[in-house]
């Protein structure tokens, strides 16, 4: 009975004098919720990493409005469920800030949830900063003040995409093979509707979808792909759905143009190389680690030599730096006032040129490029993968060259 009582007056003293898990406010929070196992974790261990890194990076300059950043991992194994138990662990820890990118189907889950949470537990809310989900519906009818998105949406992407796709006179014959969840639902629409628009003479030989992360052996939609004639190929596949995809392509030989989003994942370059299919790997991303910008190489080099890998998420960075901004800004770590803070920022961006974080949907907007994976030159310091090759830019466009409209009808804090 009395060790219980000194016990119990120990405990009270740590919270009253700021010991023991009060010390734990004094850091930023943020709740990582993406795959660190299963299928998708190559990309879920890539992005743990970006943000742990940009941690270390903001706290070496003294953290944002005192306080130093502390990332919180939380595996939700690329599933909606399984996301929506680890944010309310992460809550129930003190974490006001969740961040998380691998999978619309997930983003769309913990927007939801985040939004209800808010609603039920005013002066306690959160903030969900999405760096990588990127169907269009979660900033146009599905958008909400708490949710910011760092990654353009797939109809940007495509967009620029398609843009460069009409001037390519070659292409004939365009086969689309996509994930079968609202992501690749979204790549595939966009897709047909701007072909039709812009190339109403290219022809639409497939529509393929397959399961999420569950295909191993891709060689039956690599036949199709192969007897129908397509000299291109357009697929938002990421992690092992593109690797494996690739792969497929390179045992069956088979020669087509690949028009991607996510082809510079982990696997991705080392199943292009194996293709022999030289500068005919396409990328629409927010960077490129051989653009000849000091910025762009200095993190490359710092990020290579902890981690040994590429950059893959510059976003991330962008993301984590305007936060840090914002804090600042707001003097507060209060979520509502951080994203009053964020809207309409404007920002220098990792790979240089001004983004901006528009007001009305909570989308980032920032310069794009398009890449291609191939044979280096000596102005192509970085290869991917150690395959030798590298990604080359091919075209360019400033942000304001990227904007869209929205839809968002968003109900703003009072």
């Keep these: 009975m009395k060790a219980r009582f000194v016990a119990a007056l120990l405990t009270a003293a740590a919270f009253v004098f700021g010991f023991g898990p009060a010390l734990a406010q004094d850091t930023i929070k943020i709740a990582y919720i993406d795959p660190l196992s299963g299928p998708g974790a190559t990309v879920g261990e890539v992005g743990l990493k970006t943000f742990q890194f940009m941690a270390d990076e903001l706290n070496a300059k003294g953290g944002a409005a005192g306080k130093k950043f502390e990332i919180l991992p939380y595996d939700n194994k690329t599933n909606p469920q399984e996301s929506l138990i680890q944010v309310q662990k992460a809550v129930d820890a003190g974490a006001r800030i969740i961040t998380q990118g691998n999978g619309s189907s997930v983003a769309a889950a913990l927007s939801e949830w985040v939004a209800k949470y808010n609603e039920r537990n005013p002066g306690k809310e959160v903030m969900y900063l999405n760096y990588a989900a990127v169907d269009p519906v979660l900033t146009n009818s599905k958008c909400t003040f708490s949710h910011f998105r760092w990654d353009a949406n797939s109809d940007i992407k495509m967009e620029a995409l398609t843009n460069y796709m009409k001037g390519k006179a070659a292409i004939k014959k365009v086969y689309l ?3 079968d969840y609202s992501f690749g639902q979204a790549v595939r629409a966009t897709a047909v509707t701007m072909l039709k ?4 003479d290219i022809a639409i030989v497939g529509d393929e979808l397959h399961p999420l992360l569950k295909v191993t052996d891709f060689a039956p939609y690599i036949a199709k792909i192969k007897a129908s004639g397509a000299d291109s190929v357009i697929t938002g596949n990421w992690s092992q759905d593109f690797a494996l995809l690739l792969k497929a392509s390179a045992d069956a030989g088979l020669q087509v143009d690949w028009y991607t989003y996510y082809a510079g994942g982990t696997g991705g370059p080392t199943s292009v190389k194996q293709t022999g299919l030289n500068h005919r790997v396409y990328e629409i991303r927010e960077g490129s680690p051989n653009k000849d910008h000091a910025g762009t190489k200095a993190n ?27 804090v600042d800004k707001a003097k507060s770590t209060d979520p509502i006032k951080i994203g009053l803070a964020l809207e309409d920022m404007k920002f220098e961006v990792m790979n240089g040129g001004e983004g901006f974080m528009r007001k009305d949907d909570h989308q980032f907007f920032q310069p794009m490029y398009l890449v291609s994976f191939g044979e280096r030159t000596a102005a192509e310091p970085f290869d991917e993968e150690g395959t030798g090759w ?13 904007v869209i409209p929205t839809t968002c009808k968003m109900e703003r804090p009072k």
């Design 390 to 402: 590298g990604w080359r830019q091919i075209a360019a466009l400033d942000a304001k060259d990227t």
């Design 300 to 326: 490359e080099t710092a990020f290579r030599d902890k981690y040994k890998m590429s950059i893959l998420y510059p976003r991330a960075m962008n993301q984590m730096r305007m936060l840090a901004v914002a």
């Design 197 to 200: 628009a812009k190339r109403p």
């Design 177 to 179: 093979i996509n994930q």
